[in-house]
């Protein structure tokens, strides 16, 4: 008798932009930052909020991070990124 089984990882994939970190009209992302500024929105620090507020978070790749403990402040953030980091 074949066994299988359903795992469900929530993950989340991000590049996460120097400029849209630093808001700099530059690179690859001028477009977003300068549509961010002109409704004056911090859209790093939204997308931070944002990913805090996953439930379950377990798996996060992260590209282009530009911010000191980055990592670290959104593993602590969340519940089983932490714990995870605790058992590493």
């Not at 590049?15 to 004056?40: L, P, R, T, Y």
């Not at 911090?42 to 996060?60: E, G, P, R, W, Y």
Request: proline fraction near 1%.
């Amino acid at each position: 008798m074949l066994k299988y089984y359903i795992i469900k990882v929530t993950a989340l994939t991000h590049n996460i932009s120097w400029a849209n970190q630093k808001n700099i009209i530059a690179g690859s992302e001028k477009d977003f930052v300068k549509m961010c500024q002109d409704v004056q929105v911090k859209c790093f620090t939204n997308a931070l909020k944002i990913i805090k507020n996953i439930k379950n978070l377990q798996l996060v790749g992260l590209q282009a991070v530009n911010t000191p403990e980055l990592e670290n402040r959104i593993i602590k953030s969340c519940k089983y990124l932490n714990l995870l980091k605790k058992e590493l």
